[in-house]
């Protein structure tokens, strides 16, 4: 517990102070230039990594997940799988009535459906920390088998969090295939207002500019998409956790350093 403790203190202090840092830069820096345009709808890392701990810290707590057996554990995961599908067809669903002139009161067309999602949405939140701690033992118990733990521990811990994911930015010149810049924005953006940030950094910076979604993100833990296919959510954990083993490496913590290391890192995850 200890060295579990160590560790995300030293993850939370490098991302502090890689944040710190680029608040320092000189106007004059290419990615303050985008940054002029994009701070007030950037991603704070910070406060979502230091919550997302302390939400880990009472999964750990709890512990629940060690007394089930492996067809209780199965059980839960895919019941937790199909409710998230259950909850994106309801979710559609809505929008759809919502978005069709021809309702004359789409509130109350609606409503049953909206108190259904409310009480799906109430039972998969108890379900997702279980749901999550057990994917996280099972992912810890095959990188043990690979080779890739310490005493039967992977360094860091497999931990990850399912959440609504920041878009990304992405920057490369008009007449080069490179990325020159990825910046984080917020989950919650809307397509106009997307769409009329790629306009002005164009525009006022002659370069391209590309707002995209990610699967997941190497923080710690990782964040990591919703998603109703077991496989794909598997990979995306293995994925981004290999980024959170390699931090504490070289090619880790080189990644931003050329755009050779960057593909490097991603190819290796």
């Known amino acids: 517990m200890a060295i579990k403790h160590s560790l995300r203190i030293l993850l939370i202090a490098v991302i502090g102070c890689t944040l710190l840092g680029k608040s320092n830069l000189p106007p004059a820096d290419p990615l303050e230039q985008i940054r002029v345009f994009t701070r007030g709808q950037e991603f704070d890392y910070l406060t979502w990594s ?7 810290k009472r999964q750990a707590a709890m512990g629940t997940h060690i007394f089930l057996s492996e067809a209780q554990q199965r059980q ?17 669903e809505i929008e759809r009535i919502f978005s069709d002139p021809a309702l004359n009161d789409p509130q109350q ?49 497999v931990l990850y969090h399912v959440t609504a994911l920041p878009r990304a930015l992405i920057i490369s010149p008009r007449s080069v295939i490179r990325q020159d810049a990825n910046i984080s924005l917020n989950a919650n953006i809307r397509l106009e207002e997307m769409m009329a940030l790629e306009q002005d950094i164009e525009t006022g910076l002659n370069v391209s500019a590309l707002v995209v979604t990610v699967g997941g993100v190497g923080t710690y833990p990782p964040m990591v998409r919703s998603t109703t296919h077991l496989p794909t959510l598997l990979d995306i954990i293995a994925h981004e956790w290999t980024h959170n083993y390699l931090t504490l490496r070289p090619l880790g913590l080189l990644y931003d350093y050329t755009p050779e290391l960057r593909t490097i890192n991603e190819t290796t995850a």
Not at 50 to 56: D, S, V
Not at 123 to 144: C, D, F, G, K, N
Request: net charge negative; hydrophobic share 45%.
């Open 50 to 56: 230091l919550e997302a701990l302390m939400l880990k």
């Open 76 to 92: 839960i995961v895919f019941e937790y799988l199909e409710l998230t599908d259950e909850i994106n067809h309801s979710r559609a």
């Open 109 to 157: 067309q609606a409503a049953p459906l909206l108190d259904r999602l409310n009480a799906m949405q109430d039972v998969q939140e108890q379900l997702a920390p279980l749901s999550e701690s057990i994917l996280q033992q099972q992912v810890s118990a095959t990188l043990a088998e690979m080779g890739l733990a310490l005493g039967g521990q992977p360094i860091p811990p």
